[in-house]
């Protein structure tokens, strides 16, 4: 029991508090900069109290079919989200690639390993093997992941990505769970990035954008 309330603890912490203290600071540099010392105590974390091999961060190992599912759920919400910056809010369609295409290429190259990589493996990877003594079901992992990843996001003070990192959070946490593989969650969050900030919808997610 006492195990189990520490664990809630520890969670509550790192996952509620670290966000509310950036959200609260607005002298704050940048998001951003927590994620490589967070990922060492992490590392430390895991290799101390769990199973935990460094080989797991590149396991892949992924099915036809479920490739074949991700692609078509990124192509449905390209287009969904296509259709609703073209419909209502016009202005910023392809706002930062019109603007900075070479920052868009940037981007596309450097969020995917220095961004998306890291943020698996803290939401999925260490929520999933640190915290089963309190999330004993696989749905409840699921959830937890879908609302702790979601709640970063109040650093960027819009609801709106909240909501979408709600719905990503719950849909890579469980592609996460059914493949094991955090490399293909890596891959698929920086997709998604990269399809959200290409159609003009980046400035939920970066303060100060340069459009």
Same mark, same amino acid.
């Given at each position: 029991?006492?195990?189990?309330?520490?664990?809630?603890?520890?969670?509550?912490?790192?996952?509620?508090?670290?966000?509310?203290?950036?959200?609260?600071?607005?002298?704050?540099?940048?998001?951003?900069?927590?994620?490589?010392?967070?990922?060492?105590?992490?590392?430390?974390?895991?290799?101390?109290?769990?199973?935990?091999?460094?080989?797991?961060?590149?396991?892949?190992?992924?099915?036809?079919?479920?490739?074949?599912?991700?692609?078509? #759920? @990124?192509?449905?919400?390209?287009? $969904?989200?296509?259709?609703? =910056? &073209?419909?209502?809010? %016009?202005?910023? *369609?392809?706002?930062?690639?019109?603007?900075?295409?070479?920052?868009?290429?940037?981007?596309?190259?450097?969020?995917?390993?220095?961004?998306?990589?890291?943020?698996?493996?803290?939401?999925?990877?260490?929520?999933?093997?640190?915290?089963?003594?309190?999330?004993?079901?696989?749905?409840?992992?699921?959830?937890?992941?879908?609302?702790?990843?979601?709640?970063?996001?109040?650093?960027?003070?819009?609801?709106?990505?909240? #909501? @979408?990192?709600?719905?990503?959070? $719950?849909?890579?946490?469980? =592609? &996460?769970?059914?493949? %094991?593989?955090? *490399?293909?969650?890596?891959?698929?969050?920086?997709?998604?990035?990269?399809?959200?900030?290409?159609?003009?919808?980046?400035?939920?997610?970066?303060?100060?954008?340069?459009?």
């Amino acid at each position: 029991m006492r195990k189990k309330i520490f664990n809630w603890i520890e969670f509550v912490l790192l996952f509620i508090g670290i966000p509310l203290f950036i959200y609260l600071n607005e002298n704050f540099i940048h998001p951003s900069i927590i994620i490589l010392p967070v990922l060492i105590f992490i590392f430390l974390v895991l290799r101390r109290t769990t199973d935990f091999q460094w080989k797991e961060l590149f396991r892949w190992g992924i099915s036809r079919s479920t490739l074949l599912k991700s692609g078509l #759920i @990124l192509l449905a919400c390209t287009l $969904l989200t296509l259709g609703y =910056v &073209y419909f209502f809010d %016009r202005e910023n *369609l392809f706002n930062l690639l019109r603007a900075h295409p070479w920052i868009f290429v940037a981007m596309c190259v450097f969020y995917p390993v220095f961004s998306a990589f890291g943020q698996e493996i803290i939401y999925r990877t260490f929520l999933h093997k640190r915290y089963t003594r309190i999330f004993s079901r696989g749905w409840h992992f699921v959830v937890a992941s879908g609302i702790t990843f979601s709640f970063l996001h109040i650093v960027y003070y819009d609801p709106v990505s909240m #909501i @979408l990192t709600f719905i990503g959070g $719950l849909y890579f946490a469980r =592609v &996460y769970q059914l493949t %094991r593989s955090v *490399l293909y969650t890596s891959v698929l969050h920086g997709l998604f990035g990269i399809m959200i900030f290409g159609v003009g919808m980046g400035q939920y997610f970066w303060l100060d954008i340069p459009i």
